[in-house]
C-alpha cells in the first residue's frame, strides 16, 4: 500500500456565534483547508488543517497558519516527502515531513489525520486502537464560552447546563475586574454542581497578578486556571503560587515543550491538542510523558469540523490520562434531528453528527476515523 494521490479543498462554515479570545480577532472556521488523500489501492483518508493566523507559543516560538501557507507547506514540502510511502509507517511519514520542513504543525496534523483514517480503513478499526488503544466510549465536554457581555455570557451558561455539559470554559484575560465578575455571575447563576475553568490565553501581565486575581477566583470554587501568563518561568510561578490547578496550553505544543515544564513544575494538567505537536501520533506522545509524571489532560480544540474533531475525540479516547473535560466542539450538521442547541458551526462537511449523551460526545466507532464526507456540503461550503 502506498500514497499516491490528493485532493485539496478551502472550506469555511459559518458559526452560531461568534467565538474570540484575549490574542485573536478572527471568528473560528474563518477558512480551513481539507487533505483527501488517495492510496494505490484506493483507500481514501481524510485530514483537516484547522489554521489560525493569531495562534502561536510562547513568545512567537511556533508561527500562525492560515488555509493559504497549509496548502503551500503540502504541496511543496510535504506531499513531496511522503509520496509513495507506505501510510503503516506513521512514524517515519512524520521523521520525513519534519525533514522536509520545520514546523508548520496545523499542516502536518492534516496529513497525519488522513494517515490514520486510510490506515484504520484498511484494517477496519477505528482510530483511536491504532493509537493505543479505546480506554473510554465517550469524552465528556467543556464548553468554551468566549470573550462577551457578561449577560450574554451568563445566558449561555445557562444553556450548557440544561443540556447537560457539566464544564464551562470562561474566556478572560483582558481585564482581571470584568472576569472576577464574570466567574461570580456565572457561578451563582449555575449553581456549585458544574465545573468552571478560566483561559486567559496568556494575558495576565505578570505571574504575581495571575496569583493575585486567582486567589479571589478560588472563591467561586475555580476547577482550574488555563495559561494565566506567557512563559515557562512565569507559569512556574504561578503553579507554585496557588492552590488552584494550573493547565497549560499555549506553553505545551510539543514532547520537549512537556518535558521542559514538568522540569520547572511549570503546570498541573496539560492541554493537548492534534494540531499543536502536528498530530495525533505525537499528541500520543505527549500524554504518555505526562502518564509517566502522574499529570492529567485534556485534549482541547481549535474549533474543528467534522474531520478534525474525529481526531479529537479518538485522541482523547486513547489515553488512560486524558480524563479531564475537553474543551472540542459539538459538531452540528443541519437539518439532522435530535441534536443540543450547543454548536460551534451551523453545518459540517460530514454527514452525521457524533452521537451526545449527558454532556459527553461519543467515540466514533466505524474504520479509520469513522466518518462519512458529504461531498455536497465541501462543494456547499467551499471558498477560493
Known amino acids: 500500500m502506498k500514497i499516491q494521490s490528493y485532493e485539496l479543498f478551502d472550506v469555511a462554515i459559518p458559526t452560531r456565534r461568534r467565538h474570540v479570545w484575549a490574542t485573536s480577532s478572527v471568528d473560528v472556521g474563518s477558512g480551513y483547508l481539507l487533505i483527501k488523500l488517495i492510496s494505490d489501492t484506493g483507500v481514501v483518508g481524510w485530514g483537516e488543517a484547522t489554521a489560525m493566523a493569531e495562534w502561536g507559543g510562547d513568545f512567537g516560538v511556533y508561527y500562525g497558519e492560515t488555509r493559504e501557507t497549509c496548502r503551500l507547506i503540502f504541496e511543496q514540502y510535504l506531499f513531496p516527502a511522503i509520496e509513495g510511502m507506505n501510510p503503516f509507517e506513521i512514524a517515519l511519514v512524520h521523521e520525513k515531513m519534519d525533514r522536509a520542513v520545520k514546523g508548520y504543525p496545523y499542516a502536518k496534523t492534516a496529513v497525519d489525520m488522513a494517515i490514520y483514517d486510510m490506515v484504520g480503513k484498511e484494517l477496519n478499526m ?140 511549570g503546570c498541573d494538567f496539560f492541554s493537548i491538542y492534534t494540531a499543536k505537536p502536528g498530530g495525533m501520533y505525537k ?62 458551526f451551523v453545518d459540517d462537511i460530514i454527514k452525521k453528527p457524533f452521537d451526545y449523551e449527558d454532556g459527553c460526545l461519543k467515540v466514533p466507532t466505524g474504520p479509520g476515523l469513522g466518518i462519512e464526507i458529504d461531498i455536497e456540503k465541501i462543494k456547499k461550503y467551499s471558498i477560493s
Not at 504518555?288 to 469540523?305: D, P, Q, Y
Not at 479529537?312 to 479516547?317: D, K
Open 126 to 265: 477505528p482510530v483511536c486502537k491504532l493509537l493505543g488503544g479505546q480506554f473510554r466510549d465517550r469524552i465528556a465536554l467543556g464548553h468554551s464560552i468566549g470573550l462577551m457581555d457578561i449577560e450574554s455570557a451568563v445566558k449561555e451558561a445557562l444553556l450548557v447546563k440544561e443540556v447537560g455539559i457539566k464544564n464551562i470554559k470562561l474566556k478572560g484575560g483582558l481585564d482581571p475586574i470584568r472576569d472576577l465578575e464574570l466567574i461570580k455571575s456565572v457561578r451563582e447563576a449555575v449553581g456549585p454542581e458544574l465545573h468552571i475553568t478560566v483561559d486567559a490565553n496568556q494575558c495576565y501581565p505578570t505571574a504575581k497578578e495571575a496569583i493575585q486575581w486567582a486567589k479571589k477566583m478560588d472563591q467561586y470554587n475555580i476547577f482550574y486556571l488555563e495559561q494565566p501568563v506567557e512563559g515557562l518561568d512565569q507559569m512556574a510561578q504561578v503553579t507554585h503560587g496557588l492552590s488552584i490547578p494550573v493547565c497549560a496550553d499555549e506553553s505545551c505544543w510539543t514532547p520537549t515543550d512537556a518535558i521542559n515544564l514538568l522540569k520547572r513544575g
Open 283 to 344: 499528541g500520543r506522545i505527549i500524554a504518555s510523558i505526562a502518564e509517566a509524571a502522574g499529570v492529567r489532560c485534556n485534549t482541547n480544540g481549535s474549533g474543528e469540523f467534522g474531520i478534525g474533531n474525529a481526531a479529537n475525540l479518538h485522541l482523547a479516547a486513547s489515553a488512560k490520562n486524558i480524563n479531564l473535560p475537553s474543551v472540542i466542539p459539538v459538531t452540528h450538521v443541519a437539518d439532522y434531528s435530535g441534536q443540543i442547541p450547543i454548536y460551534s
